[in-house]
């Protein structure tokens, strides 16, 4: 049995986070929603998803097929419905389709709007994801689910007693180190993956959650529901903020309500607005609309995608969007929306030659030893660099 996630029309409304990613591949929670698929489920998934993107992320199908809507996060009752289901029958939730199983035949012509003759309806509300902005509200809720699927029936591995450890919902993988640090699990639990660091002077509120080789720096200041994704590095003050991984915000500073993707680097003394001066609902820009959306939000930080990066004492205001490779920097609030591949500030933009990304991309890979920045990674961004070529009129 092949268990495919599938974008559906989430993928645009996701942009520009699904630009270099199916929309299973959002990491939300402690995991991303393909890995928590592949937990409940007990199997690996495949994907979906956009041509450019399927080289990194290829589909397998295979006799018997299960697609899963890829926004869609597991639990007990979903998991269940989705095991109940026939061959040609389909699971949804109001309009969105959220499963169906498919013969090969039937798989390889796979499309989401397709009707179907046998439709089983979800009675309970699923979680879901649609707008960037989703990754970190509903963080709080997939770091604890997280948390009990990984550790259910464990026992934490001791670290140091010079840390302070309130209440009961702490848990620490074997080979996480962490030092004159106090860890508050009252308002949410605490993980610690395998080879990971805080450093002394760290004082961490749940929920949170990092994940494996990466670092808190000293003196850093973490509130629920904040997730550190895997090689990463961040100091400073973080609250409500989702980190995907290979990212580093090693510095003083703020990053609140806030989602960054892979690759990305802030700046020492870089800061984010998450709520505006007249406290009123923020905006967030859209894509497939080509104009900003209401996010009925009145707290909403900054949105970067992958390869991002600012330089020091930048300063985003609120409900900020910072397209797949931009390079900001400079004095001043940069826009609110800065197109992908962008180079420059308040001062003005220039086009960031995708030349001069992939010589920067490979150095910056280069300090991984286990990714290589190959065809497909390649094939990714010069896609993205066209898609986009009509938000640098600069």
Known sequence: MAIILFDDNAHQTLLPLTFTRPVADLRIGIFTIAEKWAKYLKQDTSFHTQPWLQGKFPLKIEQDNIFIYGGVCP?????????RLQNGEALKYGDQLLA???????????NPNAEFSSVTVLENTPLMIRFPEDIFRKNDIELRKDFNLLTKGRTSAAISSTNTIIGDAFFAEEGAIAD?????????????????EVWEGTHIRGAFAICEHSQVKMGAKIYGATTVGPYSRVGGELNNAVIWGYSSKGHEGYLGNSVLGEWCNIGADTNNSN??????????????????????????????????????????????????SANVFGAGFPRNFVPDFSWGGAQGY?????????????????????????????????????????????
Request: proline share 1%; hydrophobic share 35%; with cysteine.
């Open 75 to 83: 639990d007990e009752s979903i998991t269940e419905a989705i095991d």
């Open 180 to 196: 004159c640090s106090t860890f508050n699990t009252t308002n949410g639990p605490i993980y610690l993956a395998n080879n990971t």
């Open 275 to 324: 709520l505006k001066n007249n406290y009123d609902d923020v905006k967030l820009w859209d894509y497939t609309a080509q104009r900003f959306r209401k996010t009925g939000l009145q707290f909403c930080g900054l949105i970067m995608a992958d390869h991002a990066k600012c330089a020091i004492n930048t300063m985003f205001n609120t409900g900020t969007v910072v397209g797949v």
């Open 100 to 110: 169906v199983k498919l013969n090969e035949t039937d798989a390889a012509d796979f």
């Open 350 to 394: 220039d086009v960031y030659s995708i030349k001069k990304m992939f010589e920067t991309a490979e150095r910056v890979f280069a300090r991984r030893d286990h990714r290589d920045f190959d065809e497909n990674e390649k094939h990714i961004l010069q896609t993205v660099f066209e898609l986009t070529e009509g938000f640098r009129r600069f």
